[in-house]
């Protein structure tokens, strides 16, 4: 009988917890909450390289860059390299290509003059033509040896004329592409003016976008740290990074089991390592459409975006953060 009664008792304290305990749990925000973990991202940010220049690559001399954590302006001067070897490769070329430009000119008097005598002489040949179809008229006054000697000298004369005219066009065709040979010398050392000219305005790196500079670490000195003055640093390694502080936004991994979490509208609370005081809100920006895992892992992630509703100077780039994502009921 105590039995009975007792197992009686028990199951009607174990309706009343579920009737009155479990809702309350259900319906606990507090419970309602996926935390992931990741890094702070600028949403618009942009990795400024050592220029690389044309020709003959390697390293470049910096002499100028601005200071870490700067507040920069589109088109301002970000860091400049020194141009000394470029500026001499720009005047050797600009001497060759005058060169090649006075060649041209001189070519062009020269290929003038010719052509005024070839012009000239083709004139005297046909004048003598000429002279001697009228001598060849006289023949019936003329004795037989005249008249022989007339007919060579027209023969001769129609000759020289068909001579100079075919050799007048072989050195105009001689001269035209004597002329295209040059011209082509003298683009080729414009071309290089102008690689030399580019080169030089690449040593100097300005601001594609307005926003903050975070230097990068550089290999210097058998360590790593940010470049300075001086220092000769590989062409098209990364310099600096610029971001624009305004729009930040918090990367994530989130376990595949909680996936249900990344829906648009959803809110969630940013907590930063580095200042356990700072509390911000977020809201979901956007996910991987698929969840994936390293290799060897089994659990897999969704990779979201949380863009931060708050602007603040704590917030920089690649800060380590908790994300507490709010589970819409």
Do not use: C
């Not at 141009?83 to 060169?99: H, I, P, V, Y």
Request: no cysteine; hydrophobic share 45%.
């Amino acid at each position: 009988m105590k039995t009975r009664l007792g197992g009686q008792t028990s199951l009607r304290l174990f309706l009343l917890f579920t009737i009155a305990v479990l809702p309350a749990i259900a319906t606990d925000p507090a419970r309602r909450t996926v935390r992931a973990t990741g890094l702070v991202r600028a949403v618009t940010s942009v990795t400024i390289l050592v220029p690389r220049i044309e020709g003959l690559g390697g390293s470049q001399t910096l002499i100028g860059m601005v200071e870490n954590g700067a507040l920069v302006d589109k088109g301002a001067l970000l860091a400049s390299f020194d141009r000394a070897n470029e500026m001499k490769l720009f005047r050797d070329a600009q001497s060759r290509f005058d060169d090649a430009d006075h060649l041209i000119q001189q070519k062009k008097a020269e290929h003038l003059g010719n052509a005024e005598k070839r012009i000239s002489d083709l004139a005297q040949a046909e004048a003598d033509l000429k002279k001697s179809e009228i001598e060849l008229r006289k023949g019936p006054v003329l004795s037989a040896i005249e008249r022989e000697k007339n007919q060579v000298r027209l023969a001769d004369a129609r000759a020289h004329v068909a001579s100079l005219q075919k050799s007048t066009k072989a050195r105009e065709q001689a001269d035209k592409a004597e002329m295209r040979i040059l011209e082509l010398q003298r683009d080729r050392q414009k071309v290089a003016v102008e690689r030399q000219v580019r080169n030089s305005e690449r040593l100097s790196v300005r601001a594609p976008l307005k926003g903050m500079v975070a230097l990068q670490n550089v290999y210097r000195n058998n360590s790593m740290g940010h470049a300075q003055e001086g220092d000769q640093v590989w062409s098209g390694s990364p310099l600096m990074k610029l971001f624009d502080p305004t729009l930040m936004e918090v990367e994530v991994a989130v376990g595949e089991p909680d996936g249900a979490v990344l829906v648009p509208g959803a809110k969630a609370v940013v907590h930063l390592d580095a200042f356990p005081d700072a509390t911000f809100t977020a809201h979901f920006s956007s996910a991987s459409p698929v969840a994936t895992s390293p290799l060897g892992i089994s659990v897999k992630t969704f990779i979201a975006r949380f863009r931060l509703d708050q602007k603040d100077p704590r917030l920089l780039p690649d800060l380590s953060a908790a994300v507490d994502i709010g589970v819409t009921p």
